[in-house]
């Protein structure tokens, strides 16, 4: 007999329903959910340590997505055939939900907390993603951990002109907008997505869109956690106490500190390196003139104390002298220099800065054969785009090991791809790989990407619709209501802010955003005031660009390979190849270029890819003789292949060979084909006939020599 659970079943506003089951599976956990929509179910569990580990001053907090293959009936792909580590896009997903929950849970809360998502049934056409934060939120909910939720996401998209909450995968591959939006129940949390050029009021539309179906899901989550409270009885939330407190240190570190915080602030150095030691040295001298005895014991107190200090002082200056921490006004963006061909042997390459933000990047054209596979247990296809961002230590001035690509790594340059994909032409014929190296980060280091790539992509000759540029934009704010949009925010303002908004588009409209708030209660009059604002700059650093270059290149770097595509019937596809692959391996021996076929649709697509104009010619050439079709009374250049007693064969044409009989070699009459021709000799002979029963080719060399003249009487 199967264990049954406590289960709520809501609506969507178009009709879709949505279960949410908890107490039927993960019961040990802290906290578990089921979550289906269709034949998608997920499972969501959390667990949350009862204690905080000594010296922790944060929430470690972990969550991670997994896609079960066998949630749709399919063999893990490698040697194991078992799930190995996560792939980027359930990277992504785990990032989405992070950014949702972490700001929720409150600040003194410490303990080592695990967020487990798990889809364990997939539906082709329900996409998992837009549910796997409903499932968290819900397991939190159900559980005694402390949570200032629940929250939910949905993902909005655009079909026909109509707004719509998480569209099938086949509503999703006509939609002009693919936006994932969480939210609480008044505030929108985080937004993340990309648009075919957007406005900033059409964007906005979509995110007020997305908070009222948000908001309906919060709902239903409120309503599982009192039938949970009906059987259970109420959930209480369990009590903690992982800091400890001084409120006399506390108000004596505010008191000494917040005016020479504040000194620093007006300071407006504009170096990144100085303007951190000033502050730093502000507290330092504060701790100097401590006890030792006290200084020993309350040194991680004073600098905690001394973070809020920073804080609010900067916040203070930022929103009484309408200024910046580096000198700038509010909308004012740093100076930008950029450089296009910088890297020699690079396909496409380009610097740019912006204040203390680098970006080196580069870009490589490849063919058919660099597509990256996907294999996800929903999804099997290919890609053409890449973009890969990386940041390394020095880029801050720090020493780290070199791990490879983080989570935070992944979600830039999954942030820049989609803004640059946009713009790429659908004529384009190569794959594409960007890179972006980190030189130098004091802000917005993703949006330097963008900014780059569309250079290195225009350098390169890759066709773009237009150039693409981003912008990230931050927010100050007080408990009275007093407000301050930053351009092109600084990693101070970042870090201190309230807002991190990052805005790509072209001149036309947004391309992609991601925005997380770290404020409670944003009004949208403010978010529309930071989205023209972001326009402003957005165009502001396109013109920047403009003055390096202006349009994608006529050609193609000289050392880049050329692709020339050409179409044949399909039955000529096994002749092209031959047989074991003999003909089309020749054929790339001899050119050197590479070839690569497939049939599409009903017809032989191929792409011949060389650097040398002559390699593509020569390999045309060969290919069109394959596909061309033996003409009775054509004369070819033909090759001998081989020599019988009876003749020689021939190969006339590509692939194709005929015999010249001992007999059609020449007028006079030969005993042997001893001496008379040799293997790899070219010699023009004339099609005179084909068999009709085994359509074997006949050839004649003899009626191509003159006759000779007959002897006199």
Known sequence: MSQIGITHTFALADGREITLETGKLAKQADGSVVV???????????????????????????????????????????????????????????????????????????????????????????????????????????????????????????VDGKLMINPSVEDMAKSTLDMIIAASEKDIMMVEGEMNEISEAEMLEAIKFGHEAIRL??????????????????ILKREYCHETNDAELEERVHKALYDKAYAVAKLQNPNKKERSAAFKAVVNEFLISLPDEERKLKESLVKKYYHDVEYDAVRRFVLDERARLDGRKTNQIRPIWSE???????????????????SLTSVTLGTKLDLQSIDRALYQGQNNFMLHYNFPAFSTGEVKPNRGPGRREIGHGNLAERALRKV????????????????????????????????????????????????????????????????????????????????????????????????????????AEALQQAKEGRLHILGEMAKTITATREDYKPHAPRIVKMVIPK????????????????????????IVIEEINGMGHIDIVAVDKDKIDAVLAKIKGIVAQPEVGEVYEGKVKSIMAFGAFVEFMPGKDGLLHISEVGHSRLESMDGVLKEGEKIQVKLIGVDPKTGKFKLSRKVLLPKPETAAN
């Not at 997994?66 to 190995?84: D, I, L, N, V, W």
């Not at 280091?445 to 390169?460: E, I, K, R």
């Open 340 to 358: 296009v061909g910088y890297l020699p042997s690079a396909h496409g390459s380009a610097v740019f800065t912006r204040g203390e933000t680098q």
């Open 424 to 527: 790429l032409s659908p004529e384009n014929p190569y794959t594409v790989r960007i890179v972006s190296d980190i030189l130098e980060s004091n802000g917005s280091s993703s949006m330097a990407t963008v900014c780059a790539g569309t250079l290195a992509l225009m350098d390169a000759g890759v066709k773009i619709t237009k150039p693409v540029s981003g912008i990230a934009m931050g927010l100050i704010t007080d408990d009275k209501g007093k407000y301050a949009i930053l351009s092109d925010i600084l990693g101070d303002e970042d870090h201190l802010g309230d807002m991190d908004f990052k805005v790509t588009g072209t001149v036309d409209g947004i391309t992609a955003c991601q925005m997380d708030l770290k404020v409670d209660g944003l009004p949208y009059e403010v978010m």
């Open 571 to 594: 039955e000529f596809i096994g002749a092209i190849i031959g047989p074991g692959g003999k003909i089309i391996q020749e054929m790339q021996r001899e050119t050197g270029a590479t």
């Open 217 to 234: 899901e919060i709902k239903a989550i409120k309503e599982l956690v009192a039938k949970v409270e009906a059987v259970k009885g109420k």
């Open 36 to 158: 289906r929509m269709g034949n998608t179910m997920l499972l969501a569990t959390i667990v949350s340590n009862k204690d905080a580990k000594e010296g922790t001053d944060f929430l470690p907090l972990s969550v991670d997505y997994q896609e079960k293959f066998a949630s749709a009936g399919r063999f893990p792909g490698g040697f194991f055939k078992r799930e190995a580590r996560i792939s980027d896009y359930e990277i992504l997903i785990c990032r989405l939900v992070d950014r949702a929950l972490r700001p929720l849970f409150p600040d003194d809360y410490h303990s080592d907390t695990q967020v487990l998502i798990s889809l364990i049934s997939g539906d082709k056409n329900t996409l998992p993603d837009a549910l796997a934060c409903l499932a968290a939120s819900a397991a939190i909910s159900v559980s005694d951990i402390p949570f200032n939720g629940p929250v939910s996401e949905v993902r909005v998209g655009k």
